[in-house]
């Protein structure tokens, strides 16, 4: 399809009444092939039809510009109509006149017999004929949006523009009208630019569908592709397997403007020598989010100074970073390999410096298997590699939950030292914790990595099976550490050394056996994990390990707190950083010394445990995984260049 509607850099900003300006959007650039239909889709406000209208030539941008089939838009014209919700009807004129005022404008060069044509073909494809002497108060709002539409088609325009075309009509008259469209514009070709706020009505009527910020200033945030066949049919759009994941995906954006909203309002407040002391800290719910909590709930937050911290629960990992790269987070809980992915390019190939200054867990991850590996006679990796070599035509799918998680590194890291190539040989999917075992028990994955309650719960629940635990991986791997942006941490250094020294008194709490029973109790507000405090292992007997119910695998327990335990560690993050470039999510960076310094903020942990008069002159032992290869730490790259299997590794500066 060759390009029709070119939307160059566009800007347009409005002058308002008191003399100031709003920047209502700001670098629009899109281009739309001829017979695509597009939906703009964003919150109440963010420029959809300021757009529209610059595209109709109904108002100009103040930057760039808009190339129709070739030529620039600078006023309205007949090959773009326009359809309003509201109608935009003439009351004194009946069905038929509306349309043949139209008609006769545009086509004023045919007979009157051959406009007449028209009007009448028109009326009769909108399925009107019985009501084409009526006029529009005797019509209801899906028969007047009819006309509406079949005026707009009457004059043959090369483009369609439609805002919120069907938003004031019942859900059944929108259902048909729908149809209807889509139906026309199949037929003739017809390219549509669509502003809408309804997700489902977007999926089925577009080609691609562009997702537009907030504003001030609105950008294009995303552009989603539909890819389902046309002639598209609701029952089948709606049962294909991606439909959901799109419609997700929009729900996720639409939601996360919102919060943006809500949480940019918030203006921030210095007290006691503090920076900032009122904070937006992201987490995610699962037992590793127990020092945050405990900081919140045990009033730890408030003992530094931080008297307003806001805990925001996340339904997965990407979240968190929308948060701390959007700037809405001050700091957030993150996978222990999230500062490093950030800090590389791993978000959006920008590298955005992150930096963490403790560790806040360590252990509770594990590996699950579906419950009918185990009636094949699977049960540990190397029964696993088999059964993948036996059937080499079946697909496997294994659920991560984010690509600089330690599960997915482990993951990757135990499938490989099977001899299993985890980008070939088995399909790894991204699902947010909580939806683990939901997608195991409906067979949508074979297995999953994932922290804490989630391989106990399928477990106990009989869905899956954990077939290995971090005693048989990495015991005591740094699983969640406190990430921050860098340049919030050098606008907030007495902020930061609070929100240390308060995570790290939670970290303590939690880690004390006689804590256990209130942390648990605590955990299991639906605020945090939300989930049946059978499943939340803490406080056994055992110091190494701990089993649940009539589970008897032994799991490895949360470490929260210990010697050199919270420190972060820049030998793990050379570990993971080597893992994170063996498959090639980042590149490698020749300066690691440098990024391991910027990322690793050793010296902000050991002032604020020296001012809690905590040991800090601890370092840990060398880093040993279940194959027993050794990690190289002084030599990454010889290091990398000895594992077998891998992805393409590249070697880079990497200017931060
Ligand atoms: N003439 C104007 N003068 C000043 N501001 C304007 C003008 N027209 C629109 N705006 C502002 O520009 C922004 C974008 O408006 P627009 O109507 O395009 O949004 P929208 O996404 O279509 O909203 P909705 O979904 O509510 O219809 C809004 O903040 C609006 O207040």
Redo the contacts with the bound molecule.
């Keep these: 399809m060759t390009v029709f509607i070119e939307i160059e850099q566009v800007d347009k900003v ?3 009444a008191d003399g100031g300006e ?1 920047i ?1 959007l700001e670098n629009i650039g899109l281009t739309i092939r001829k017979g695509e239909f597009v939906s703009l889709i ?10 529209l209208n610059i595209v109709a030539g109904l108002d100009m941008p103040t930057n760039g510009s808009v190339i129709l089939a070739g030529q620039p838009v600078v006023e309205p014209g007949p090959d773009r109509m326009v359809v309003f919700q509201n109608y935009s009807l003439l009351p004194w004129l009946t069905v038929r006149e509306n349309i043949a005022l139209a008609v006769d404008e545009v086509y004023a060069d045919k007979s009157k017999q051959e406009r007449n044509a028209i009007v009448e073909e028109h009326i009769a494809l909108v399925g009107l004929k019985a009501a084409a002497d009526s006029r529009p108060e005797q019509l209801s709002g899906g028969m007047k949006q009819r006309v509406a539409i079949a005026r707009a088609l009457a004059i043959r325009p090369q483009l369609l523009l439609l805002d ?1 075309p069907f938003g004031a009509l019942d859900a059944l008259t929108r259902g048909s009208l729908q149809e209807q469209l889509m139906a026309i514009c199949e037929e003739s070709r017809l390219t549509c630019l669509m ?1 809408t ?1 309804d997700v489902d009505e977007a999926l089925l009527l577009s080609d691609r569908i562009v997702m ?1 910020s907030n ?2 200033s ?1 950008g294009i945030d995303q552009i989603l592709e539909v890819p389902f066949a046309r002639p598209r049919h609701r029952l089948e759009v709606v049962n294909d397997p991606g439909y959901y994941s799109l419609r997700s995906e929009m729900i996720y954006f639409l939601n996360k403007q919102k919060r943006i909203k809500q949480l940019r309002a918030r203006a921030p407040v210095a007290r006691h020598g503090l920076e900032k002391i009122n904070l937006q800290i992201g987490f995610v719910p699962l037992t590793a989010c127990a020092p945050l909590a405990i900081a919140q709930e045990k009033g730890f937050f408030a003992r530094h100074g931080l008297e307003e911290v806001r805990l925001v629960r996340e339904g997965n990992w990407r979240a968190i970073s929308d948060g701390i790269a959007g700037g809405w987070f001050d700091a957030a809980q993150m996978p222990a390999g999230m500062p490093l992915w950030f800090s590389l390019g791993g978000a959006n190939e920008k590298p955005l410096p992150v930096a963490t200054a403790l560790t806040t867990t360590r252990n509770g991850n594990a590996i699950t298997l579906a419950r009918r590996f185990l009636k094949e006679d699977i049960f540990s990796l190397e029964s696993f590699a088999d059964y993948l070599k036996r059937t080499p035509d079946l697909r496997h799918t294994l659920g991560v939950v984010h690509p600089s998680s330690m599960h997915n590194l482990l993951l990757r890291y135990w499938l490989a030292a099977g001899g299993i190539h985890p980008d070939r040989d088995v399909d790894l999917r991204t699902i947010p914790p909580a939806q683990m075992v939901a997608n195991l028990r409906a067979g949508n994955i074979d297995g999953f990595c994932v922290g804490e309650p989630w391989n106990i719960r399928a477990a106990v629940e009989q869905i899956g099976f954990t077939v290995a635990t971090d005693l048989e991986i990495w015991l005591g791997h740094p699983a969640k550490v406190l990430g921050v942006r860098e340049d919030w941490l050098v606008a907030h250094p007495n902020t930061h050394l609070a929100l240390i020294k308060a995570l790290l008194e939670a970290c303590r709490f939690c880690a004390e056996e006689a804590n256990a029973e209130e942390v648990r109790a605590i955990l299991r507000d639906p605020r945090y994990l939300d989930t049946d405090p059978a499943y939340v292992q803490l406080g056994d007997d055992d110091p190494t390990s701990c089993r649940i119910g009539d589970n008897y695998r032994p799991y490895a327990h949360h470490e929260f707190f210990g010697p050199g335990l919270n420190r972060p560690s820049r030998t793990e993050q050379l570990w993971i950083l080597t893992q994170l470039a063996r498959w090639g999510t980042v590149p490698f960076p020749r300066n690691w010394v440098e990024i391991l310094e910027r990322v690793c903020r050793v010296n902000a942990f050991s002032t604020a445990a020296r001012e809690l008069g905590l040991d800090v002159n601890y370092r840990r032992g060398p880093i040993e995984l279940f194959d027993r290869l050794p990690f190289d730490a002084d030599d990454p790259i010889g290091y990398l260049g000895r594992l077998t299997i891998k992805n393409e590794v590249y070697i880079a500066d990497v200017a931060l």
Excluded: N, R
Aim: with cysteine; net charge neutral; proline share 5%.
């Design positions: 409005f002058t308002l709003y209502a964003g919150h109440s406000g963010c420029g959809k039809s300021t757009l919120e502003v706020h537009l504003g001030p609105s």
